[in-house]
């Protein structure tokens, strides 16, 4: 298991440093086995953008760095969406929760065991069968203890243990199977996913189809500030959260602006307390404080935030030695993001800490040494609104974080600007964007 997750977005990266690990097996919070599989024809998670047109090469912009030494798990926007192309898990599920075949052409539940039988035609980039073998050794690289639980029934077969290993969990990225690429070093991981990278240019990575009738992949690197200048320069697909982008988008001829879902959550993360800090605040208020897509948290269904229970993760709470009285009255928030600055001054308007608070945005390494330190009243972040395995995700919170409070604030959306004739689109569960089969 990864001894530590980074938990990002493209302004800026919260990194949580491990304190206190899950138990062995990666279990926790148990989600419900997701409903059946949508039936042939279902279009409810694709987005529909026109009738695709056949296409050479696709160029799409990205706005962080894209790592290869990061893959297949990704860290930040960019790597999200271009990993997703990249690599493939045993299963995926589709944005309603439904699962659908990933590697695994079929699974089943018997003897208190997961059985994944793979594609007879389950190939790596470089040809070479995928077997069941290849996905124990790849598990064994990120996540020893579920390997260790995996029994090998012939070439094609697996087998995991049910009890600590809820049903999703198998479509996370971490158990994308992947082997070393020749050489090592910087080399892309060798996936199983529809692309492969044939260009190593961070800045211009391009990636080739495994299947003959689809378009070659350019994924070009630029800042932020520049998402207007990557529509002008011709980019098929970008995805955005900036209003000004959005609003230039709606007028050029040939493109469609797509809401995507609501995949990410700001909370209000505060050490030692018992007591919430924004319960009795207006959250609507803080809507209207941010300038993109946002709504008051809120969670539809029998289901809650991964973060709002993690009793079951054997996580071990740190004892607090500074009390209220040894903390700064500071709301603080990463500087280089504009959503969390602004949730945090409309926090300290509200009276959220009381008078004399203020909110205090700090660099984004400063703001990771200050979140580890838990020396502040409070803290402004985001967080993914769905994981797959909710212990994972818990070790990215700082140590102190089994003691405090975790409120969530507001979920919040991006769009994507996708040209009119593309491929069809699909949105995942916990919202990575895949370039559907035709």
Known sequence: ?????????????????????????????????????PAPGDTTCILAHGRATARDTLTLAVFDPVAAAHAPLPRNEGERLVFGQLYESLIRLDCQGRPLPGLAKSWEEASDRWAFTLRDNARFWDGAPVTARDVLASWRVRDPALAQGAVVTDDHTLTVPAAGNPFQRFADQ??????????????????????????GDPEALVAQPMR???PALKIVTAPASASRDALDAGADLLVTDDPATLEYARTL?????????????YVLLAPGRDKALAGDLRLETLQEAVRRDA????????????????????????????????????IVYNQSDRSAADVAARLVGLGALGRGAVAAGVPPAAFESSLRAGGDAAYVLELPRRVYDACRAAVG??????????????????HVIVRRGLPRMALDWDGTLRLAPP
């Open 1 to 37: 298991m990864h001894s530590l997750l980074v938990l990002s977005h493209r302004r800026g990266v919260v990194v949580g440093l491990l304190a206190a690990a899950c138990r062995a097996g990666g279990g926790g919070p148990r989600v419900e086995l997701p409903p059946p599989a």
């Open 174 to 199: 971490v158990l994308a199977v992947t082997k070393a690429a020749p050489g090592g070093g910087g080399a892309w991981p060798i996936g199983t996913g529809d692309y492969w990278v044939t260009s």
């Open 212 to 214: 003959s009738g689809r």
């Open 253 to 265: 001829a040939g493109y469609t602006d797509l809401p995507l879902d609501w995949s990410r959550t």
């Open 295 to 330: 709504r008051p948290a809120e969670w539809s269904g029998n289901g809650h935030y991964w973060f709002s229970d993690l009793s079951s993760c054997g996580l071990l709470p740190v004892r607090d030695t500074l009390g209220a009285a040894g903390r700064r009255r500071r």
């Open 397 to 414: 919170l700082p140590a102190w974080g089994a003691a405090g409070t975790v409120e969530p604030l507001l979920d919040v959306r991006a």
